[in-house]
């Protein structure tokens, strides 16, 4: 079966560095584009970033473009969110999720297997 | 970036009623929307694709209807386990948006 296994969260100082991992298993990997959806306790999900299922093409959301920065290994069947210069409202429970469909937009089918996420404090 | 306005904010309804949600984007996002829920505690969970679509596993009772700005999901004869939070996601253009969320809640 898909799983999704998030780690890396924690409590980090503003301004400070933090890196996310997702191990993926159950499912052909390197077949799939990945996404990062965040959600601030008792809030809405938010978008965060995407790849391409080969790691060619990456997007971002306004809001972390320049400081995020996804990456994946198909190797080790791992998708990566490396963050930096973290803000107090950057804190949330990140996801890691998979899309169904080739990320080109506009773009058909859905995000069909989330993880359980990883929870991000930046608070000093 | 396409704002997407989920109406109402919350829907109280007894099990057995219609329920229906509404989705409505700041520009047309064509049919490339989907609908996903979320249950205390739990990831969230695809519900519909393509405005219409029901995702592997989704019950019958779930349908989505729209196209352009304008998007309904209607769950049919609500059941217990349907109380919960949903978004609409749209998938037309980049960056992502997703709506605000309705919270479903029993009456």
């Known amino acids: 079966q898909v799983q999704l296994v998030e780690s890396g969260g924690g409590v980090v100082q503003p301004g400070r560095s933090l890196s996310l991992s997702c191990a993926a298993s159950?499912?052909?990997?390197?077949?799939?584009?990945m996404h990062w959806v965040r959600q601030t306790p008792g809030k809405g999900l938010e978008w965060v970033a995407a790849?391409?299922?080969?790691?060619?093409?990456?997007f971002y959301a306004d809001s972390v473009k320049g400081r995020f920065t996804i990456s994946r290994d198909n190797s080790r069947n791992t998708l990566y969110l490396q963050m930096k210069s973290l803000r107090a409202e950057d804190s949330a429970v990140y996801y890691c999720?998979?899309?169904?469909?080739?990320?080109?937009?506009?773009?058909?089918?859905?995000?069909?297997?989330w993880g359980q996420g990883t929870l991000v404090t930046a608070s000093s | 970036e396409i704002v997407l306005t989920q109406s109402p904010a919350t829907l109280s309804l007894s099990p057995g009623e219609r329920a229906t949600l509404s989705c409505r984007a700041s520009q047309s996002v064509s049919s490339f929307l989907a609908w996903y829920q979320q249950k205390p505690g739990q990831a969230p969970r695809l519900l519909i694709y393509d405005t219409s679509n029901r995702a592997t596993g989704i019950p019958a009772r779930f349908s989505g209807t729209g196209s352009g700005t304008d998007f309904t999901l209607t769950i049919g004869s609500l059941e217990p386990e349907d109380f919960a939070v949903y978004y609409c996601?749209?998938?037309?253009?980049?960056?992502?948006?997703f709506g605000q969320g309705t919270k479903l809640d029993i009456k």
């Open positions: 996601q749209q998938r037309y253009k980049w960056p992502l948006t």
């Open positions: 159950g499912f052909t990997f390197r077949a799939y584009a």
């Open positions: 999720a998979r899309d169904d469909a080739i990320i080109i937009v506009p773009i058909a089918g859905g995000i069909d297997y």
């Open positions: 790849i391409s299922y080969d790691g060619s093409s990456e």
